[in-house]
């Protein structure tokens, strides 16, 4: 079943829980900043670390989540690892928000729930 379906279904929270999951993996600023460095090429942690400007500790541990997710792939070269997106999809999707999110102005951004204020959940 697809997020969007064009047939009326009966409601049900199960049917949309792996799209909720992929949104949540997003919805750190931390996992969404590596996306975003990801989308424009592969690279290594300390990279990652230097480019986003944060602990390694904290790369290190997002990147694992978005592992798990499947989101990003890691391939060794000797003993470094360097990362990138798993999925192509995943630019598209970020196009799609970056338009929407241009699109919507500052509404998302003044959400009371989900805006600049608002608690995002951890991995």
Do not use: N, W
Not at 29 to 52: F, K, N, S, Y
């Amino acid at each position: 079943m697809s997020i969007i379906d064009s047939e009326v279904c009966a409601a049900s929270t199960v049917d949309v829980e792996p799209a909720v999951a992929l949104f949540r993996s997003l919805g750190d600023p931390a996992r969404l900043a590596i996306v975003r460095r990801l989308a424009a090429g592969e690279a290594r942690v300390a990279e990652l670390t230097r480019d986003l400007g944060l602990a390694q500790s904290t790369v290190s541990s997002h990147v694992a989540c978005l592992k798990d997710c499947g989101l990003v792939a890691g391939r060794m070269e000797g003993r470094r690892v360097f990362y990138s997106l798993a999925r192509p999809e995943l630019l598209d999707l970020l196009g799609a928000a970056e338009t929407l999110l241009a699109a919507t102005g500052s509404a998302v951004v003044l959400c009371p729930t989900y805006g600049v204020d608002g608690q995002v959940e951890a991995c």
